[in-house]
C-alpha cells in the first residue's frame, strides 16, 4: 500500500471517528447546524480523496450519503431519528470499505445499492418520504412539532412558511427531546432539555473550534517513538542522579547541576504528558454502542457522562476499551430493567447509565453505574455454592460486599438465560483480568433494586509506579505499593517468638489474626531456612493481592520511590514472581515482585481474609456518605484534609517561606503558593531557616494553597455528624477513626494580596516586598 | 531453523569477504557477524536474577532497558568466572539481548573461502550453538549465531526450544 493510500486511511478513520461523536449528539440536538457541517465534512472529504485514489465504491456510497447530509445541512430536512440511523449504517459501511482496502488494499466486490437505495428514498422529497420520515421521528411528537418538522424538510410550504426561522429550530429540538423518544441517550428532563440545549450549544461548538484548530498545532506522533523517548529521559534521569552524586562536594558545579536536575524533572513530565489522552477518547465509542444496544434490548436508557476531560496514558486508556465495553454491555443487559418492568416497580421507565472518571491521587477511578434492578446477593451465595466455588458454611459466613467480588469469577453468570449481548459469565472476568493486567483494582457495589456501581481503579501512568524497595537475599527488590497494606516490625528480641508454626506453616499473629508468611529469601533460594533473624531488625510487609492476604518477610526495608518499570525478556517472565525491573536511584537494579504470582505459588488462598471482610464491611456501612481524608497534626491538635483536593505533601527548609507583608508564601517553581498558618507552626519555626515544616499542597477551586502542618498522620474515611435534633448534615466537621476532627477550609485562605489590589503591577510589588 | 543457517552460509559463501568480531571464552575463539552487533559493553557485572534458568547470565541496564544476558560460559559447560565480564548487545529475531563473554577481542576480515561447517565429531550441545568456523592462520575462528543464543529459544521450558536443541 503506498503512502497516498495509508494516510488517507487514518484520516478518514479519524474523520469518522468525528462523525460518530457528532451523529450520536446529533440526536439530541438534531438543529445543530455546526454537528452536521462536521458530518458532513468527513464524508465530503472520504468522496474527494476516494476520487483520486480511485475508490470507486467508496465514492459511490460516499457521494449518496454526502447528497443526504447536503440536504440536512442546508436545512433542507430534520435529522430524524430514521434519518440518524441510516446514516449510522453509512458510517458502518464506510468503516467497513475502509477496513477492506486497508486489509486487501481493493475495495473488495460487494455491493451498496440496499444502503444506497436507502439513503437515496430518504432524500426523495415525496410527500411518502416525508410522513415516514416525520412518522419515524416519533409518534408521540406534538402536532406542532411535526409541522415545524415538516416545515424544515419542505421549505417551498405555503401555509406556515412566515414563521419565523428561530420558532422552527426551537420546535423539533424540543420535542426531540421528549422523554418519550426511545432511542435517545444522553439528554436531561424535557424542561431543562430547552435551556440546557442553549448553554450546551456555544460550548459543543466552542470545542469544536479548538479540535479544529487543535489539528493544525499538532501533529501525529509514532507511540513507539514515545516510548523510546520515554526510556531515554528514563535514562537521563538515571544519569542525573549520578551527576548529582559525584558533584555533590563540589560548589562550583552545584549550579548546574542543580539545573540539569530542574530540566530533567521537566523533560520527564512533558513526555508523560505527551503520553497522555482525555478519556474523553474512549467515553466517546459508548453512545453509538449505549444506542445500539437499548435498541436490541428494548431498553430505554439515558447515558450521562462525566469528567470526560481527565486524563490517563495513551497504553492504559487502550487497555481499559474492553473491561468498560464489558460493563456498559453487562449495565445495560443485566442492570437496567426493561421499561415496563421498571414502571411497575415505580421507577422512572427510563433508566440511566452514568459514566464518571475522576482523578483521585496517582490513580484515575473509572466508574460504570446504573440505576437498575441490582444484584441479588443471596442468589449469589446459593450460585456460588451450587457452583461449589464455596462451602455452604464459607458462604454463610461472607458479607455481602464480598459475596459480590464473586461476580468476577470466571464463569461466574447469575443471568437467568443468556443472551447475544452477555450473560455467559465472561464478561466480568474480562473486567477484572484486564484492569489488574495494568495493575488497576475493580469493585463491584449494588443494592437490589436501586442499581450497580463497578468501579476501575487504574494508575495514571504504566511506566512510573510508587514501589517500596526492598533487599533480601543481598538484592534489592521493588514491592508495588499498591498491593502493600502494612509494615510489621520485629525487632530482634521478640524474634524468637514473633513467628507461631502449624505443621511446618509459619504464621503471624496480626492484631489476633493468622496471618500466612512467605519468607521471600527462602523463595528465591529454596532451601534455605525459614527464620527471623535475633540480631537484628525483621520486617514483614503485609500484602493484600486480590483478596489473598500474606506476610513477606525481607532482610530490610529501603526508601520508597517511584520507579519506572521496565518489561522483562519472556525467559525470566515465565519464573511467574517478578513483574519487571527497574533501575534504582542509585543505579542499582532491582527486579519488581509480584505479589498476586507470588501469593498463588506459595499457595496463599483467598480463605484468610475474615480480616480483609470485616474492614470493607467498617468501610461500606455508609459508604455513600464518607470521603477520605488526609489527617493532620497542626500544633498539637488533629484537623483533616479532603484528600481529593490534596495535590502534594512537602517537606522544605524555613528559608524557602517568604513572606509578602505579613502573609507567607511559598515560591514553587515561579509560582507563588499562599500558605496558611493557622496554627502559628511558622511563627513558631521563625529564626531557624535550618528547620524542616511541612506544606500539604491543596487545590481550592483552581487555585492553590499551601497548609502548614507539624505532622501527616494517616489517611482515612470519614463520616458525616448530623446535629442533634434537626438531624443536619453538619459542615467542617468529620468522624475519622471514631474522634470528631475539624476540616481545613481551603476556601477560607484568603487569596495573596497583591492578586486582590493591582494584577498588572503584582509581579514589581512581590518584588518589592520579598 | 535450518533455512536460516543455510541462509547465513549462503550469505558467507557470496560475499567473498565477512568481518567478524572475536570474543574470547575460555580458551577457544568465538567469532559474530559484525552486523549482529549493537554494542560492545564492557566490564559489566550483570544483575543475578533468582531461580531463572542457569543459562542466564543477569540482568544489565542498557539504554534505558533492561537487559537479559546469556552466560556463554554456562552453555559450553565452563566454571563461571569472576569478576566483571565484557557484554556483546545482540539483535535477534526475538529482540535484544547480552551475551557474556570473556573478553571481547577486535574485529577479524576472514574470507569465505577459509570457512567449513561445523566437523561430525562436535557433541549434539555445541553443533546446537555452533554453525561451523573459519580457519585462521594459526588457530580457528568458531562461528556463533546470534538466533540460536537467543534466551527465548534456550529456555527449555518453552515448546520452541526443543526443536533448537
Known amino acids: 500500500m503506498d503512502d497516498l493510500t495509508r494516510e488517507f486511511l487514518i484520516e478518514s478513520q479519524e474523520g469518522l471517528d468525528r462523525m460518530e461523536r457528532c451523529l450520536t449528539e446529533l440526536e439530541e440536538r438534531p438543529q445543530d447546524t455546526g454537528l452536521l457541517a462536521e458530518i458532513f465534512r468527513s464524508v465530503h472529504t472520504i468522496k474527494g480523496t476516494t476520487g483520486f485514489l480511485g475508490f470507486k465504491r467508496l465514492e459511490k456510497l460516499a457521494h449518496a450519503g454526502e447528497n443526504l447530509l447536503g440536504l440536512l445541512r442546508d436545512g433542507k430536512m430534520t435529522a430524524s431519528a430514521a434519518v440518524i440511523t441510516v446514516l449510522l449504517h453509512l458510517l458502518d459501511g464506510l468503516r467497513a470499505l475502509l477496513k477492506t482496502i486497508e486489509a486487501e488494499g481493493g475495495e473488495g466486490d460487494g455491493d451498496d445499492a440496499a444502503l444506497i437505495a436507502r439513503l437515496e428514498e430518504l432524500q426523495a422529497p415525496s410527500q411518502h418520504a416525508k410522513a415516514r420520515n416525520a412518522g419515524a421521528v416519533h409518534q408521540a411528537r406534538q402536532d406542532t412539532a411535526v409541522k415545524a418538522a415538516e416545515l424544515v424538510a419542505a421549505p417551498g410550504a405555503t401555509a406556515d412558511s412566515a414563521a419565523p426561522p428561530e420558532q422552527v429550530a426551537a420546535e423539533p429540538t424540543r420535542a426531540a427531546a421528549a422523554p418519550s423518544t426511545a432511542v435517545k441517550i444522553p439528554a436531561p428532563e424535557p424542561a431543562e432539555a430547552a435551556a440546557d440545549a442553549a448553554t450546551l450549544t456555544p460550548a459543543e461548538a466552542a470545542r469544536a473550534r479548538a479540535q479544529g484548530t487543535a489539528t493544525e498545532s499538532t501533529l501525529r506522533v509514532d507511540v513507539a517513538l514515545l516510548n523510546r523517548m520515554m526510556n531515554l529521559v528514563g535514562e537521563l534521569v538515571l544519569t542525573r542522579n549520578q551527576v548529582l552524586q559525584a558533584t555533590a562536594a563540589d560548589p562550583n558545579m552545584t549550579l548546574l547541576s542543580r539545573r540539569l536536575d530542574m530540566v530533567t524533572a521537566d523533560l520527564r513530565e512533558s513526555v508523560m504528558k505527551a503520553r497522555m489522552q482525555p478519556v474523553s477518547n474512549v467515553f466517546s465509542k459508548m453512545p453509538r454502542m449505549v444506542r445500539d444496544l437499548t435498541h436490541v434490548l428494548g431498553r430505554r436508557v439515558r447515558l450521562q457522562m462525566e469528567g470526560q476531560e481527565t486524563e490517563l496514558d495513551k497504553s492504559l486508556l487502550e487497555a481499559i476499551k474492553d473491561p468498560l465495553t464489558h460493563a456498559v454491555r453487562n449495565a445495560l443487559d443485566h442492570g437496567i430493567e426493561p421499561p415496563a418492568k421498571r414502571e411497575a416497580a415505580g421507577k422512572d421507565p427510563e ?139 520485629i525487632p530482634p528480641e521478640r524474634a524468637a517468638t514473633a513467628i507461631e508454626w502449624m505443621e511446618g506453616a509459619p504464621l503471624y499473629r496480626l492484631r489476633g489474626r493468622l496471618l500466612p508468611l512467605v519468607f521471600l529469601d527462602r523463595l528465591l533460594m529454596p532451601g534455605r531456612e525459614c527464620k527471623l533473624f535475633t540480631d537484628r531488625d525483621n520486617f514483614i510487609a503485609v500484602l493484600d493481592a486480590d483478596g489473598r492476604r500474606f506476610g513477606l518477610v525481607v532482610d530490610s526495608l529501603a526508601d520508597p520511590e517511584e520507579i519506572v518499570v521496565k518489561p522483562l525478556s519472556t525467559v525470566l517472565k515465565d519464573i511467574g514472581m517478578f513483574s519487571g525491573a527497574t533501575v534504582l536511584g542509585n543505579a542499582d537494579l532491582a527486579l519488581i515482585l509480584d505479589p498476586g504470582s507470588i501469593a498463588i505459588k506459595t499457595g496463599v488462598t483467598m480463605s484468610n481474609e475474615e480480616e480483609s471482610a470485616q474492614a470493607v464491611e467498617e468501610e461500606s456501612e455508609s459508604e455513600a456518605a464518607r470521603m477520605r481524608y488526609l489527617l493532620v497534626e497542626v500544633a498539637g491538635r488533629q484537623a483533616a484534609v479532603p484528600l481529593a483536593d490534596v495535590l502534594r505533601i512537602e517537606q522544605l527548609p524555613f528559608s524557602r517561606i517568604e513572606y509578602i507583608g505579613c502573609r507567607p508564601v511559598l515560591n514553587f517553581e515561579g509560582q507563588l503558593l499562599p500558605v496558611e498558618d493557622s496554627g502559628g507552626i511558622l511563627a513558631a519555626t521563625e529564626g531557624n531557616p535550618e528547620a524542616q515544616i511541612v506544606v500539604v499542597v491543596c487545590r481550592d477551586g483552581n487555585r492553590h494553597v499551601g497548609i502548614a502542618v507539624s505532622h501527616v498522620l494517616d489517611v482515612a474515611s470519614g463520616g458525616n455528624l448530623f446535629e442533634a435534633g434537626t438531624g443536619a448534615r453538619t459542615e467542617g466537621v468529620t468522624l475519622l477513626k471514631d474522634r470528631v476532627t475539624g476540616v481545613v477550609d481551603l476556601g477560607g485562605v484568603p487569596p495573596l494580596p497583591a492578586i486582590e489590589g493591582a494584577p498588572e503591577g503584582w509581579h514589581e510589588t512581590a518584588e518589592a516586598l520579598g | 531453523m535450518s533455512t536460516g543457517v543455510s541462509a547465513l552460509h549462503r550469505k558467507q559463501k557470496n560475499e567473498a569477504l565477512v568481518e567478524v568480531c572475536s570474543v574470547r571464552v575460555g580458551t577457544t575463539l568465538f567469532g559474530i557477524p559484525i552486523q549482529h552487533i549493537l554494542e560492545i559493553v564492557g566490564s559489566a557485572r550483570p544483575q543475578p536474577v533468582p531461580l531463572a534458568p542457569g543459562f542466564v547470565g543477569g540482568l544489565v541496564h542498557y539504554r534505558g532497558d533492561v537487559l537479559t544476558t546469556v552466560s556463554l560460559r554456562y552453555l559450553l559447560h565452563l566454571p563461571p568466572l569472576d569478576g566483571a565480564q565484557d557484554i556483546l548487545v545482540l539483535e535477534s529475531a526475538g529482540g535484544c539481548f547480552g551475551l557474556l563473554v570473556d573478553s571481547v577481542g577486535e574485529v577479524l576480515t576472514v574470507s569465505a573461502v577459509d570457512y567449513e561447517p561445523n566437523p561430525s565429531i562436535l557433541d549434539e550441545r555445541r553443533r546446537a550453538l555452533l554453525v561451523g568456523t573459519y580457519k585462521l592462520k594459526d588457530s580457528l575462528l568458531v562461528m556463533l549465531d546470534p538466533e540460536r543464543l537467543d534466551p527465548a529459544r534456550l529456555d527449555p521450558a518453552r515448546p520452541s526450544a526443543a526443536q533448537a536443541a
Open chain 1, 351 to 489: 433508566g440511566i447509565l452514568i459514566l464518571r472518571a475522576v482523578q483521585e491521587g496517582s490513580h484515575v477511578v473509572i466508574e460504570v453505574s446504573d440505576d437498575g434492578a441490582g444484584m441479588a446477593v443471596e442468589k449469589i451465595r446459593s450460585k456460588a455454592i451450587e457452583r461449589g466455588l464455596l462451602s455452604t458454611e464459607r458462604a454463610a459466613q461472607l458479607g455481602e460486599r464480598d459475596l459480590l467480588q464473586l461476580v468476577f469469577v470466571p464463569g461466574f453468570s447469575t443471568a437467568a438465560e443468556v443472551t447475544n449481548v452477555s450473560g455467559r459469565g465472561v464478561g466480568m472476568d474480562v473486567v477484572r483480568t484486564n484492569v489488574e493486567k495494568i495493575g488497576g483494582k475493580v469493585e463491584i457495589d449494588s443494592r437490589l433494586g436501586k442499581g450497580t456501581t463497578l468501579r476501575m481503579r487504574i494508575p495514571l501512568t504504566l511506566a512510573i509506579i510508587p514501589a517500596l524497595i526492598v533487599r533480601s537475599i543481598s538484592q534489592s527488590f521493588a514491592l508495588p505499593q499498591g498491593a502493600l497494606s502494612e509494615l510489621v516490625h
